[in-house]
């Protein structure tokens, strides 16, 4: 079973730019998380779909925004980018069960502002 | 409240030796405690997790420890190898939500 796939694997952006990136959940996960992790803050939460439907959002600026598609694959986008924004940006699935939490990580995209 | 703290920040330890890294939480609405592994340039790997209900868990040489009246829960790694030295996180969640809260995270070094 293939894992999680995310797309690119590396990406530099000047100040202001937009930048979007892709996730492709593993084959039948239907729920889509996405993380910033960064030395300072670690591992923080962005946002969660299942069903093309947000259903949880971190603590984020809205310049951080997302979506799922009807075949679960995901895409977040970053607006107006800062000099902050860089991070490795990081997609997990989760198949949808009441207990069954297991996130399953892709290799991140590694996001350099300059 | 929403708040893991794990520790230590980085721990040395000789081939064969048991690493031992804990996490505390605040929030007892927390029901799933799973710990990550993750390699330079990698994403995090789910290692192991246990739920409220149960206070140990093995699965080959990784063990979690769960105290939930002391809202504490640790990974011991035994018969550490030098292919153990990576990052280690702890994380919380609830069922009603696939949000996970890490801790800070632990760098494993495993010495020969």
């Known amino acids: 079973k293939a894992g999680v796939t995310q797309t690119p694997r590396y990406l530099i952006k000047t100040r202001g730019q937009q930048v979007t990136l892709s996730c492709s959940p593993i084959?039948?996960?239907?729920?889509v998380s996405w993380y910033q992790q960064t030395p300072g803050q670690g591992l923080q939460f962005l946002f969660e779909y299942f069903s093309e439907t947000q259903r949880n959002k971190g603590n984020f600026p809205g310049r951080f925004s997302g979506r799922q598609f009807s075949n679960s694959r995901s895409e977040m986008n970053v607006s107006t980018l800062e000099l902050g924004d860089s991070a490795l940006y990081l997609c997990?699935?989760?198949?949808?069960?009441?207990?069954?939490?297991?996130?399953?990580f892709g290799q991140g995209t590694r996001l350099t502002v300059v | 409240q929403q708040q893991v703290k794990q520790s230590p920040q980085s721990l040395i330890v000789q081939k064969g030796g048991i690493s031992i890294i804990n996490c505390a939480y605040e929030n007892t609405a927390f029901d799933y405690f799973p710990w990550y592994q993750q390699f330079p340039g990698k994403g995090p790997a789910l290692l192991i997790a246990?739920?409220?209900?149960?206070s140990e868990k093995k699965e080959g040489r990784f063990t979690i420890s769960f105290n939930k009246s002391a809202k504490q829960f640790s990974l011991h790694i035994m018969d550490s190898q030098p292919g153990d030295s990576a990052t280690y996180f702890c994380a919380a969640g609830m069922d009603s939500s696939y949000k996970l809260i890490f801790g800070s995270g632990t760098r494993l070094l495993v010495r020969p």
């Open positions: 084959s039948g996960h239907r729920s």
């Open positions: 997990a699935s989760s198949p949808f069960s009441q207990t069954n939490t297991e996130a399953f």
């Open positions: 246990i739920r409220p209900d149960v």
